[in-house]
C-alpha cells in the first residue's frame, strides 16, 4: 500500500538518494568533481530546513512499508530565490563546493506553482507512483494560492513527458537548464479545495 502525505524531518535521509538521481540524471558541471557522500549530506541538511517542508516550499512523499520511496518537491515561483538559497546554504559547509558553490538557474516561470522535482525510487516504477504524486500537487498549489501548476521536463525523457501529457499538462515554452533543453508544461487547476486521497 502507498501512502501519500507530506515530508517530515526525519524523512530527509530516504529523500537524498531519490533527489540525487535527478542531479545525476542532469548532468549539472558544479557537481561533476563533488563525491557523492557531499552532495547526500547537502541534500539531506536542505530536506531538513523548514523552508524546503513547509516553509518557501513543500515537500510531498510516497511511503511504502515505512520507506519512502517517492518524492515531489515544489514552490510557488515568487520563493524560487529562496529555495535556491537554502540548498547554496547547505553546500557551504564543505570545501569541496568551494570553487564552484551549488547554484541554480531559474526554471520557474511567472505566477505558477513550479514542481521543481518528482522521483520514484527505480524498484517502485510502473506502479502508479508518479502519477499519485502529480494528483497530490493541485491541493499544495491552491494553498499557495496558485491556479497553475509547471514543471520542466528533459527532451530526452519521453516516458515522464507522456506521464505529464496523461495527466493535462500542455507544453507552453522550452528551457536550457544547465546542458539539457527542457520542455516546460503547464496544467490549469480550479481554485477550490481539492480532497486528494492520500492513502
Do not use: C
Not at 515544489?74 to 524560487?80: I, K, L, T
Amino acid at each position: 500500500m502507498i501512502t501519500i502525505r507530506e515530508a517530515q524531518k526525519d524523512d530527509a535521509g530516504q529523500i537524498a538518494p531519490l533527489i540525487n538521481i535527478i542531479f545525476k540524471e542532469m548532468e549539472l558541471e558544479e557537481l561533476e568533481d563533488v563525491p557523492d557522500p557531499a552532495v547526500l549530506k547537502a541534500i539531506t541538511a536542505a530536506y531538513q530546513s523548514e523552508a524546503y517542508l513547509s516553509g518557501a516550499a513543500t515537500t510531498v512523499v510516497a511511503e511504502a512499508n515505512g520507506q519512502v520511496v517517492g518524492v515531489a518537491f515544489g514552490y510557488p515561483d515568487e520563493n524560487e530565490q529562496k529555495v535556491d538559497q537554502v540548498l547554496e546554504d547547505a553546500t557551504s559547509f564543505s570545501d569541496v563546493f568551494a570553487d564552484d558553490p551549488f547554484g541554480s538557474d531559474y526554471e520557474a516561470f511567472k505566477n505558477e506553482w513550479y514542481l521543481d522535482s518528482i522521483v520514484v525510487d527505480p524498484k517502485y516504477q510502473g506502479m502508479g507512483i508518479g502519477g499519485k504524486l502529480l494528483e497530490a500537487i493541485p491541493e499544495e498549489a491552491v494553498e499557495d494560492e496558485k491556479s497553475v501548476v509547471g514543471l520542466n521536463v528533459d527532451f530526452e525523457n519521453p516516458g515522464a513527458k507522456a506521464l505529464y501529457d496523461r495527466h493535462g499538462f500542455k507544453t507552453v515554452g522550452i528551457k536550457k537548464i544547465g546542458d539539457h533543453w527542457y520542455f516546460h508544461m503547464q496544467r490549469e487547476i480550479q481554485q477550490q479545495i481539492f480532497s486528494v486521497n492520500r492513502a
